[in-house]
């Protein structure tokens, strides 16, 4: 195999695509210039997202934060309702009370139609 | 090595630094300026420090090489992450690309088009050869990889790129050695 004729003739493929690159090339001072960023920022979406995970964070406590409050301060409002509640049957559970204490005979007491 | 003396001689090596900057971003222009740009920054604040090791030109080139291959990282997390974003550049270097190929010889065209079937290995290693007229042992050095595996890959690359330009009908004048 003739490798210095193969490799001759790369050189001389190179050599063409180098000469192109060479008049394609940047100038040096515009890529060493540090106030010209040429790259975007990496994760241009990462800040605003971010901002609204924040946002959808406070917004969530915030509003479990009221929803509990409210809903200890119902359950108080009811509680209480329920201990000063009274049944419209307890009126006759006293009043039945009071009549039949009087209705049941005294067996110790004295016989007062002197029956024998 | 001070400021100003860093700075002349990565002027010195610019043209060929933006090369090999092409090769190492397989031909895309505007990922290549980004990768010298990145580069030379990191170079000058002091992120990368050369140490005389090795030759001044085999450390730019393996700086640039390390670059390069952080922002195909990057790229492709971006791609990952944010599907699309990837494309939208794809669309926006079309035009400009297809600028530059109407410039170019067809010839060049084929022959670039030969260049990228090759592993990016054997790319890099047949550019730091043909191109930038290092020795394969250099080559190597800036590649981080040992002499054999870049000698290998230098062997590989030649052949495959013989075999696929004899396949082409725009290197008449090449009688290209039967291995």
């Not at chain 2, 505007?30 to 002091?46: H, R, S």
């Not at chain 2, 030109?57 to 791609?79: G, Q």
């Not at chain 2, 590649?143 to 890959?153: D, N």
């Not at chain 2, 330009?165 to 725009?170: A, F, K, S, V, Y």
């Amino acid at each position: 195999m003739n490798t210095n004729g193969t490799d001759n003739k790369f050189h001389q493929l190179f050599g063409e695509l180098k000469s192109h690159d060479e008049q394609t090339a940047p100038a040096f001072g515009r890529l060493t210039r540090p106030a010209s960023p040429v790259r975007s920022m990496p994760w241009p979406w990462l800040l605003p997202s971010a901002a609204a995970a924040a946002l959808l964070v406070v917004g969530l406590s915030a509003g479990l934060f009221y929803a509990r409050s409210h809903r200890l301060a119902f359950e108080e409002q009811q509680w209480a309702a329920l201990s000063n509640w009274q049944a419209s049957t307890d009126v006759l559970l006293t009043s039945a009370e009071s009549s039949s204490a009087s209705a049941v005979p005294d067996g110790n007491a004295t016989n007062p139609q002197g029956i024998p | 090595m001070e400021d100003a003396e860093l700075r002349v001689q990565l002027e010195q090596y610019h043209t060929l630094g933006y090369g090999w900057a092409l090769t190492c971003c397989s031909r895309d222009r505007a990922e290549a300026e980004d990768v010298l740009q990145t580069a030379y920054l990191k170079i000058m604040d002091g992120r990368a420090n050369y140490d005389g090791r090795a030759s001044f030109k085999t450390w730019l080139f393996a700086v640039i090489r390390n670059t390069a291959a952080d922002e195909r990282r990057r790229h492709w997390l971006r791609h990952l992450r944010l599907d699309g974003f990837a494309g939208e550049r794809e669309h926006d270097s079309q035009p400009a690309e297809r600028g530059q190929r109407l410039e170019q010889s067809e010839r060049s065209q084929v022959f670039q088009q030969a260049l990228a079937k090759l592993s990016r290995r054997q790319q890099e290693v047949l550019h730091l050869v043909f191109y930038q007229d290092l020795t394969v042992q250099q080559a190597a050095a800036v590649m981080g990889v040992g002499v054999g595996s870049a000698r290998t890959h230098y062997e590989r690359g030649k052949h495959r790129l013989r075999e696929t330009l004899r396949q082409t009908n725009h290197f008449h004048e090449y009688e290209w050695d039967r291995q």
